[in-house]
């Protein structure tokens, strides 16, 4: 029976290609990355992906067959398809076949999803939390997020898991790629925080004036001082705790978790988050609630896509 079976899991991100094998109790028995290289287009990008997951699937030496293979990439898409819908993050993919070709390559079947929705549910399944109501955001190369409800994964009428990133935290703000102004994703997400800094940085003798600035560099100079990458930080965070206050009220979680490459900044992003978001949600909602960093570090994504193969294997 499937249940007893691994799944081959990948993840799709704007920054690396993840792949890895995981058992039903959510045990990562293999793990390789690579960048993903946006620029490449997705022929290319897709062609390493599944070369990935079959390394992943060969340093996992296997003794029973794997039962399915979960898919995580950036949204829009359709995950009854499994086509990949034009992402802001995935500059051409539009229209990309991603479940067949995953489904051709490996035959098995193949189950795509929203990666930050699917992240929502391998935190409720493996997270190690012990709660019913989860919000779960993913603060990486772009910034999205997904809900876990009374036990179950909200999908939406468009299962699109809810544009969490979209949520508009000042509107008459930035423009964003979705094409709305001051979204919580044209502040939060890596690619905006490293944009922000450029742009404050022009013409300053920061060393963040320089081409080439990533998120990564920004939290780096935040804590070594330098003003112009303590502002974008406290930007960032001020922003992103509005944005967790606001869920918190919506949904009232037990557990807001936060993950992805720029939550690797640690207590310098959460504390500010946490007390920001905690603070300016209304005090019932406030009370029952907390916020936290994932304990999956970059495997958050494959226990995602793994937990969205389950949860699709127990449906068909
Ligand atoms: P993906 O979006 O492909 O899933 P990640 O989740 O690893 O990739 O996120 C990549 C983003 O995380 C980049 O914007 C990178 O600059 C940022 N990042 C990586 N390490 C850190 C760090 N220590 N502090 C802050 N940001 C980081
Ligand atoms: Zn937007």
């Known amino acids: ?18 792949a890895g094998v995981v058992s039903p109790d959510g045990t990562v028995l293999s793990f390789c990355q690579i960048e993903t290289t946006v620029s ?12 990935l997951g079959e390394q992943a699937t060969a340093e996992a030496r296997l003794a029973e067959p794997l039962a399915a293979v979960g898919v ?9 398809t499994g086509v990949i819908l034009g992402p802001p993050g995935l500059p051409g993919w539009d229209s990309v076949p991603l479940g067949r070709l995953v489904a051709e390559r490996f035959g098995l079947p193949a189950y795509v999803e ?4 699917a992240a929502a549910l391998g935190e409720y399944r493996w997270g190690g939390w012990n709660v019913d109501n989860l919000v779960y955001l993913t603060v990486s190369t772009g910034f999205g997020g997904g809900i876990v409800a009374s036990g179950k994964l909200f999908h939406g009428a468009a299962n699109q898991g809810g544009e969490l990133g979209h949520v ?21 997400s890596g690619t905006s925080i490293a944009r922000r800094a450029t742009e404050a940085a022009a013409g300053t003798d920061s060393p963040l004036a320089r081409l080439g600035v990533t998120a990564k560099d920004v939290a780096e100079y935040a804590r070594a001082g330098d003003p112009v990458a303590s502002a974008v ?4 965070t001020a922003m992103l705790g509005r944005m967790v206050a606001v869920l918190i009220n919506v949904c009232e979680p037990q557990l807001v978790v936060l993950g992805g490459g720029v939550t690797r900044a640690g ?26 960093l994932s304990k999956h570090g970059a495997a958050v994504g494959v226990l ?9 294997l127990e449906e068909s």
């Open 267 to 292: 207590a310098q992003l959460l504390d500010p988050v946490r007390e920001a978001a905690l603070r300016q949600a209304m005090p019932p909602a406030a009370r029952a609630c907390d916020v936290v």
């Open 304 to 312: 995602g896509a793994a937990a969205i193969a389950y949860e699709r």
């Open 114 to 117: 929203n990666d930050a929705t």
């Open 233 to 236: 930080w406290d930007e960032t």
């Open 168 to 188: 508009v935290v000042d509107w008459q703000g930035r423009p964003c790629g979705c094409g709305a102004r001051g979204c919580a994703e044209a502040y939060v």
């Open 72 to 80: 995580g990439c950036g949204g829009p898409l359709d995950p009854g």
């Open 1 to 18: 029976m499937f249940q007893d079976q691994p799944v081959l899991a990948l993840d799709v991100g704007g920054t690396k290609l993840a």
């Open 40 to 51: 490449e287009g997705p022929t290319a990008v897709v062609k390493r992906l599944l070369e």
